[in-house]
């Protein structure tokens, strides 16, 4: 069941109505849930459901509801399963045939969207990147052919980083959004391009504060942009690797047939 992400006031009526009247509800924190019921003027039983123990939790959750008792699953704010916790109960009380009905209301990857100004008939939801730069930027560079709008979850000890990782990898001119503190009293949208978004951001540090985030519009030349030239990348890997390791090396990044690209590489290997 979703939950507002900072704004109480956008919990919906289905939502409070089944808060109210569940037996139990299972959340990722309850001090956080607490607060919310506090504000609703609800009390209800409350359990501790997160990523840290919720795999125990299943059969005893799964035998709660063969009695008959209805629970409702809540993360700290927004969606469960959508960036949060709930994943293994979920599917863990599918896969024994139980009911699970969801309750919609915000999310905050629809919230930034909807005010962002970029495309959003097509989009792909990347979530939390790694937390190291060398893995992060792998894997932004398996999304530089992506065409759709882009967007990614980031914290405030990231964000900075993050940003630049992206101008480098996608281009300081790609059009870009980001939202900090959605719904709440200093939300904030930065729009423009990577270079002009990381530039508004780092000059004030009060704008590295809270939750953010990041939509990035897809590859608009997807066929041109980020090509591997493999010839030129033969004559750099060929230097330190044997022919074969080499081809290896440009099969899994450009998806070209290893055997041809290991003749090609002792042809390359010929001529220097």
Same mark, same amino acid.
């Given at each position: 069941?979703?939950?507002?992400?900072?704004?109480?006031?956008?919990?919906?009526?289905?939502?409070?109505?089944?808060?109210?009247?569940?037996?139990?509800?299972?959340?990722?924190?309850?001090?956080?849930?607490?607060?919310?019921?506090?504000?609703?003027?609800?009390?209800?039983?409350?359990?501790?459901?997160?990523?840290?123990?919720?795999?125990?939790?299943?059969?005893?959750?799964?035998?709660?509801?063969?009695?008959?008792?209805?629970?409702?699953?809540?993360?700290?704010?927004?969606?469960?399963?959508?960036?949060?916790?709930?994943?293994?109960?979920?599917?863990?009380?599918?896969?024994?045939?139980?009911?699970?009905?969801?309750?919609?209301?915000?999310?905050?990857?629809?919230?930034?969207?909807?005010?962002?100004?970029?495309?959003?008939?097509?989009?792909?939801?990347?979530?939390?990147?790694?937390?190291?730069?060398?893995?992060?930027?792998?894997?932004?560079?398996?999304?530089?052919?992506?065409?759709?709008?882009?967007?990614?979850?980031?914290?405030?000890?990231?964000?900075?980083?993050?940003?630049?990782?992206?101008?480098?990898?996608?281009?300081?001119?790609?059009? %870009?959004? =980001?939202?900090?503190? @959605? &719904?709440?009293?200093?939300?904030?949208?930065?729009?423009?391009?990577?270079? !002009? #978004?990381?530039?508004?951001?780092?000059?004030?540090?009060?704008?590295?504060?809270?939750?953010?985030?990041?939509?990035?519009?897809?590859?608009?030349?997807?066929?041109?942009?980020?090509?591997?030239?493999?010839?030129?990348?033969?004559?750099?890997?060929?230097?330190?690797?044997?022919?074969?390791?080499? %081809?290896? =090396?440009?099969?899994? @990044? &450009?998806?070209?047939?290893?055997?041809?690209?290991?003749?090609?590489?002792? !042809? #390359?290997?010929?001529?220097?």
């Amino acid at each position: 069941m979703a939950t507002p992400i900072g704004n109480l006031n956008d919990i919906t009526e289905r939502a409070k109505t089944t808060l109210t009247e569940v037996d139990m509800i299972a959340c990722e924190d309850t001090r956080h849930t607490g607060k919310l019921l506090h504000h609703l003027g609800i009390q209800n039983k409350l359990i501790a459901v997160h990523d840290h123990n919720e795999r125990d939790k299943i059969d005893w959750i799964a035998s709660c509801l063969e009695k008959g008792q209805s629970i409702a699953l809540v993360s700290d704010a927004g969606t469960p399963l959508i960036s949060d916790p709930g994943y293994p109960l979920v599917s863990g009380l599918r896969e024994r045939g139980m009911k699970v009905q969801p309750v919609p209301g915000v999310s905050a990857i629809i919230t930034a969207l909807s005010g962002a100004g970029l495309p959003t008939d097509r989009f792909t939801f990347e979530g939390f990147l790694a937390h190291k730069s060398g893995a992060k930027r792998e894997r932004l560079e398996t999304l530089i052919q992506e065409t759709r709008t882009m967007v990614f979850y980031e914290s405030k000890h990231r964000i900075l980083d993050t940003l630049k990782v992206m101008a480098e990898v996608f281009g300081a001119d790609r059009k %870009a959004s =980001v939202a900090r503190e @959605l &719904t709440k009293t200093f939300e904030t949208y930065y729009s423009g391009n990577l270079a !002009e #978004i990381t530039e508004e951001i780092s000059a004030d540090h009060q704008q590295q504060k809270g939750e953010f985030v990041v939509m990035i519009t897809g590859n608009p030349e997807p066929d041109s942009a980020g090509a591997v030239d493999s010839e030129k990348l033969f004559k750099l890997l060929l230097k330190e690797l044997p022919p074969k390791k080499a %081809a290896a =090396v440009i099969s899994d @990044l &450009t998806g070209e047939n290893k055997k041809e690209l290991y003749q090609r590489a002792l !042809e #390359i290997q010929g001529k220097l």
